[in-house]
């Protein structure tokens, strides 16, 4: 399970961080797919280049309150200080270098980490020859780009790439299932990682952002069965950034994402649902994980009038792009159905490592496709030859057809849902590719 490197996109407001981002992430990388239902906000895209898989973050997309301009900026160089392994300072060849552009220098060159210097809106030759005097800011070598026009963001990529720590692998044990708590804060994510190692490893308050470091802690269930839960509540530092920027509730889930085989969404039954629950988990969605959603604080809940079902129905309302996940309504105060959950973990690690023989595969697809014929387009009939799994964790399919462009996204869902229904993958993504058969 190799950790993806996350790069943090800073600079004063007005030199086109946005537009920087926007950019990289619709035209130079292969960015992930959003899915339907999932709402997005645009600080974080994951990408790939020169084949390496990473995460990009525009700090511009934070909200800082009402805090002064500088403070602003302070705010956002410490986030990405603390939570990068590279750093992209933009600034704008048409203002030259500001004071706002010194202050930010300053702060970057206490990181150890390494920092790129980009001079955007350098949109013609002679802007890209005027950027000499951002040495001053003793960041290296500047690297002139067009956010606007999409010059030079290669060169951009390619140094950034050229800066990525070391490929690292954390899973020497095949058998170890990982999994973690993520969600909003204060929704009970520490409690529920205490009530389920019945010992007080991790602090709990009640106060939200209580949690400075992300915990790992193994145990056992009765049967022998290893486990990793991985609390991802936690801040490395500076606790008072996070909790004026909500948003970085999101950051602090991804690492810890990465790392797990299952996380669990945690969400808060007093309070209800938000957009932000969407958010965290469309994250965890979109790294095709292994998903279950935990309803805590249940005991908590006035059941009268049907609340379970109405809650559930929500939940399946609310996370439309996630259907395949089981619920569980829990409570980490009195422990209510906690003991269910590491069978669950290991009923999905299962299924997201299960593989199916090519001929019991291609049985079901035939079976699928007499049921619902395949669709046509401009007199063009969609011909599915054959399917083949490539891939586990999670399980991935190729399906071989005559043309890609024939196969529309309602009939690769129905594909979908006949393989679930087959096969059982409760609780984790599958991937289904489309390639031409040659």
């Known amino acids: 399970m190799t950790t993806i490197p996350t790069v ?229 530092k500076r606790g008072k950034v996070y909790e004026n920027t909500e948003k970085y509730s999101v950051m602090r889930a991804m690492s810890a994402i990465d790392r797990s085989d299952i996380v669990c969404l945690v969400l808060d039954a007093e309070t209800g649902i938000r957009e932000q629950d969407k958010h965290i988990a469309g994250y965890a969605a979109d790294a095709n994980k292994g998903i279950i959603i935990l309803v805590n604080k249940w005991d908590a809940v006035d059941k009268g009038n049907n609340k379970f079902e109405e809650f559930t129905q929500d939940i399946r309302e609310a996370f439309k792009f996630i259907p395949y996940a089981p619920i569980l309504f829990v409570s980490a105060h009195t422990h209510q159905r906690l003991n269910r959950l590491p069978e669950l973990l290991k009923t999905i690690y299962k299924n997201r490592h299960h593989r199916i023989q090519s001929s019991t595969l291609n049985n079901v697809l035939m079976d699928a496709i007499a049921m619902n014929p395949t669709p046509t387009d401009k007199g063009r009939r969609l011909n599915i030859f054959y399917m083949t799994q490539v891939a586990v964790a999670p399980p991935t399919f190729i399906i071989f057809v005559n043309d890609p462009d024939l196969m529309h996204f309602s009939y690769l869902r129905f594909i979908e849902n006949q393989l679930r229904e087959a096969f059982f993958f409760e609780g984790t993504a599958i991937k289904l590719l489309v390639r031409e058969r040659q």
Request: proline share 4%; charged share 30%.
């Open 8 to 236: 943090a996109i800073v600079g004063r407001p007005n030199v086109g961080k946005s537009t920087v981002f926007n950019r990289l992430v619709g035209e130079r990388i292969s960015i992930v797919e959003d899915m339907p239902g999932v709402t997005r906000d645009r600080i974080y895209a994951t990408g790939k280049w020169l084949g390496r898989d990473y995460r990009l973050i525009d700090t511009g997309g934070i909200e800082m309150n009402d805090e002064p301009l500088m403070k602003q900026i302070r705010y956002q160089a410490e986030i990405a200080m603390d939570e990068a392994d590279v750093i992209v300072m933009i600034t704008s060849v048409r203002e030259g270098v500001l004071r706002e552009d010194e202050a930010i220098a300053r702060l970057l060159h206490r990181s150890d980490k390494p920092v790129i210097l980009a001079v955007n809106k350098a949109d013609n030759p002679e802007q890209r020859q005027e950027i000499y005097e951002f040495y001053s800011l003793g960041l290296g070598d500047p690297i002139p780009i067009s956010g606007s026009h999409g010059q030079g963001l290669g060169d951009l990529l390619d140094e950034i790439v050229a800066n990525f720590p070391e490929f690292t692998d954390n899973d020497p044990d095949d058998d170890l299932i990982r999994f973690s708590f993520i969600g909003r804060p204060n929704v009970g994510k520490s409690s529920l990682v205490n009530a389920i190692l019945a010992e007080d490893r991790v602090i709990v308050s009640n106060m939200e952002g209580t949690t400075r470091d992300a915990i790992d802690t193994n145990f056992v269930d009765q049967e022998g069965q290893e486990f990793t839960v991985i609390d991802t509540a936690g801040i490395r």
